[in-house]
């Protein structure tokens, strides 16, 4: 390695934490739905640069997510196994943690509804959390504690209506998110005096996502 060369690979790396700073935070702020082109201005770098090192904004989220998506898997198991001996504060627990990171990064919002794009180890640690929650629900069911016409799917729902409520809230209530998941826990728990509707073909394919 020559003495020339020190200072761009020093310049490469500058350029690499600029633009995933500058998208963790514009990711978080307005979800994935935004332009390289954007970050590539927030970050201080030029379009070239951010397209040489992240041809799409997938590629980009994947990087920028895939820790984030470890800790959700990590998260979600330790709940299931909190759940042989407290089986509603996990449950409990783990659905105010999921809505919360929702409310606080949309972008996690967005993969978290829409998971199939992303490098292969992101894709399996949604799979692991997917997996765990499955194992989560089973047993909170088990005790008792859950409604027993409470299906898996039913997550999928209360995170799409919480994204709708975190995306229109965020600014004026940001808190809003708290008392939807405080109402929601309340009616998963307790039967009504009616049965639901079934879940449907479209919400059981959400055991196929990263809920």
């Known amino acids: 390695m020559t003495s020339s060369e020190r200072p761009l690979r020093a310049d490469a790396e500058r350029n690499r934490q600029a633009i ?3 998208a963790g935070s514009v990711f978080a702020e307005k979800g994935t ?3 390289l082109e954007h970050i590539a201005e927030v970050a201080g770098v030029g379009v070239g640069t951010i397209y040489r090192r992240f041809p799409s904004i997938d590629d ?3 990087v920028v997510l895939e820790e984030k998506m470890r800790r959700y898997a990590d998260r979600t198991e330790q709940e299931a196994e909190r759940a042989l001996t407290q089986p509603w504060p996990a449950f409990h627990d783990y659905v105010l943690f999921i809505l919360e990171q929702q409310a606080t990064d949309l972008a996690f919002s967005d993969v978290i509804l829409s998971p199939r794009t992303g490098t292969e180890l992101f894709r399996q640690e949604i799979k692991r959390a997917l997996q765990a929650s499955i194992v989560l629900i089973d ?3 088990a005790a ?3 409604r027993t016409d409470f299906d898996h799917s ?3 729902l209360l995170l799409h209506a919480n994204a709708g409520l975190v995306r229109g809230t965020h600014r004026s209530a940001p808190e809003a998110w708290k008392r939807f998941g405080q109402y929601m826990l309340k009616s998963f728990r307790h039967p009504g005096d009616e049965p639901l509707t079934a879940p449907s073909v479209v919400w059981m ?4 996502s990263g809920v």
């Open 144 to 146: 008792g504690e859950l």
């Open 205 to 208: 394919r959400a055991k196929n």
């Open 139 to 141: 047993r909170v069911k």
């Open 33 to 35: 739905q935004v332009t």
């Open 60 to 62: 980009l989220v994947s």
């Open 154 to 156: 039913d997550l999928y």
């Open 20 to 22: 995933l700073g500058a």
